[in-house]
């Protein structure tokens, strides 16, 4: 167990649908960073939060968007699902002094 | 924008034998930063390199980064084969601490 929290850990959907995944920092961890991966693009950063606040942005579609809580954990929330969105989601967490990401084990979505 | 590569893409060796990943920025990285990914998990911090010319070593795997900061390896000695797994590298790409990973290079360990 990274101490990383995500939930669910399976989401099979169709297509057009909209889904929530969730994910709670390791304790102490301020920034939560979300990850898109698939098998041809590898680990796409989409979004950083930090205690609250949206941090940085990447690759992000319009179509997503997440926040975070002041409990700190984060959701990310992805609708008019495509085909393509079909992928390995990660979110990443770190405390800002110590290097390194903890990962969670990441929600595998599958859009049918 | 900062790219990050890696190469190869993919790697099988006999188990004994060693292994090198490089990767490649096309910016100058305050820190590069590696990551283990076995079959079916989640990507695992390995360690951070932040000064030029820096040798690491952790058991059989050493890391190094470049001079100009733009480029990093890792290399594994007499591989085995809990070594199985891609291997990213990652540099920052704000200064928020995001990271930037590569697309990671599969190992293989065949006994």
């Known amino acids: 167990d990274s101490g990383v929290t995500q939930t669910p850990k399976h989401l099979i959907t169709a297509t057009g649908q909209r889904v929530t995944l969730r994910c709670s920092p390791r304790s102490g961890d301020l920034s939560v960073y979300w990850y898109q991966q698939s098998l041809d693009q590898g680990l796409q950063f989409l979004i950083q939060?930090?205690?609250?606040?949206?941090?940085a942005k990447g690759n992000i579609l319009e179509r997503f968007s997440a926040q975070q809580f002041p409990d700190l954990h984060s959701e990310l929330n992805l609708s008019s699902l495509e085909l393509g969105d079909s992928a390995l989601y990660f979110c990443?967490?770190?405390?800002?002094?110590?290097?390194?990401?903890?990962f969670g084990s990441g929600t595998r979505l599958t859009v049918v | 924008g900062q790219q990050v590569m890696q190469i190869p893409q993919y790697q099988h060796v006999q188990e004994g034998e060693d292994f090198t990943t490089y990767c490649n920025s096309s910016?100058?990285?305050?820190?590069i930063q590696w990551y283990k990914q076995r079959p079916g998990g989640h990507p695992v911090f390995l360690i951070q390199?932040?000064?030029?010319?820096e040798v690491k070593k952790q058991k059989r795997l050493t890391f190094q980064f470049g001079e100009a900061k733009k480029n990093s390896s890792l290399h594994i000695t007499a591989t085995q084969t809990t070594d199985v797994g891609t291997y990213f590298c990652a540099g920052p790409l704000y200064s928020g601490y995001a990271l930037n990973f590569g697309k990671g290079t599969s190992l293989l360990v065949t006994p």
């Open positions: 910016t100058t990285l305050s820190n």
């Open positions: 990443a967490s770190s405390d800002g002094t110590d290097p390194g990401y903890t």
């Open positions: 939060y930090y205690n609250g606040e949206e941090r």
């Open positions: 390199l932040v000064k030029s010319g």
